[in-house]
């Protein structure tokens, strides 16, 4: 039998079932068809619609909250009879002759913050960088345990800390500096004796203290997920510890922490019952000096519970939390964004 008669044979026999030259190709688009297409269970679609509906939910109490506080303050700065953002006055208590302006408690509750900021920001950043490169894991472990424990602290216990213990503990180096530094402004004497210990110096050093847990605990996870080949090729050129540290850890980990300063300066200043206890309520105008004395807002607002009795009133004390609350938002805004902005160039 010759070749052509067997192709023949084949062909006929195989004419019903052969495939034709475009299958293979119709079969692969198919195949891709159906990849390209997830696959949407009940729980995906379950789980998809409560994280929204609790993003959604955040975003709605947070606005509801600001409008509260807005419709709340209105009628009360409407009847204000002195500038509520350029006047240090506060009268609330009298509805028929409402002066009161937010210059003095924003100035209290700025320096406070910052001072706080100042101390805890370098001092928590040596506790970090020691928890992750230095320290042995054993030690490195039981002490952050005991960082974070500051946290479960209550406001009140470091109040009264401050105003029993640090306080007058202080004096002396307080005293010190006044008296030999006082040719710069912010040393200068205060409104308020230095010897009560009831100034802005002692509010803030109680607060960095109270800011030491957050600020370290953000820092040291940022800095433990430094890549560990960078770190191994760093030791690979001959860098010492420090050099690594310098030239590989912190430019990872930096806005990472200054995220993590930004959330500490949003939680100081909200801080109440600490400062309340702490700082020396005084009429006369400050001196811009960290030995004033004075109220932050969450503290005024706190010390004048009792006297909520009429709406003008509390508005006037609600007008003033509209201020602490659109100044948090701004603080935790930024550190979002700076955040926001490594992930990016990462």
Request: glycine share 10%; aromatic share 10%.
């Amino acid at each position: 039998m010759s070749d052509s008669t067997r192709r023949g044979r084949s062909l006929k026999s195989g004419s019903g079932s052969a495939p034709s030259p475009d299958a293979p190709e119709d079969l692969i688009s198919t195949a891709v068809d159906t990849s390209s297409k997830p696959v949407r269970r009940p729980g995906d679609r379950i789980f998809r619609g409560l994280s929204a509906g609790s993003g959604t939910f955040v975003v709605i109490l947070i606005g509801a909250i600001g409008l509260f506080l807005l419709l709340q303050a209105i009628p009360s700065l409407a009847a204000n009879q002195s500038s509520f953002l350029f006047s240090g006055d506060w009268n609330a208590s009298n509805p028929d002759d409402l002066r009161f302006g937010i210059l003095y408690l924003l100035y209290t509750t700025v320096s406070v913050s910052l001072l706080a900021l100042v101390i805890a920001m370098p001092i928590s950043l040596g506790i970090a960088m020691f928890l992750t490169q230095y320290a042995p894991k054993s030690l490195a472990r039981a002490f952050a345990y005991i960082v974070d424990l500051l946290a479960a602290v209550p406001s009140v216990i470091f109040g009264l800390w401050g105003v029993q213990v640090i306080g007058p503990a202080m004096v002396p180096f307080a005293e010190w500096l006044n008296e030999n530094l006082s040719f710069i402004p912010i040393f200068e004497q205060g409104n308020v004796s230095i010897a009560g210990a009831g100034n802005i110096f002692t509010a803030g050093v109680v607060v960095a203290v109270m800011l030491l847990p957050i600020i370290t605990a953000i820092s040291r996870e940022v800095f433990e997920r430094t890549p560990r080949e960078q770190i191994e090729g760093a030791l690979a050129l001959g860098a010492t510890q420090w050099e690594v540290v310098r030239t590989t850890v912190w430019p990872f980990g930096k806005s990472g922490y200054v995220s993590a300063s930004m959330l500490g300066l949003g939680r100081a200043l909200g801080e109440t019952v600490a400062l309340y206890l702490i700082l020396s309520s005084t009429a006369s105008s400050p001196t811009f000096s960290v030995f004033d004395g004075g109220a932050t807002i969450a503290s005024r607002i706190a010390a004048a519970s009792s006297e909520f009795s009429n709406p003008l009133s509390i508005g006037a004390y609600i007008a003033a939390g509209l201020v602490l609350f659109v100044l948090t938002f701004l603080v935790n805004a930024m550190a979002r964004s700076i955040v926001g902005g490594k992930k990016e160039r990462s």
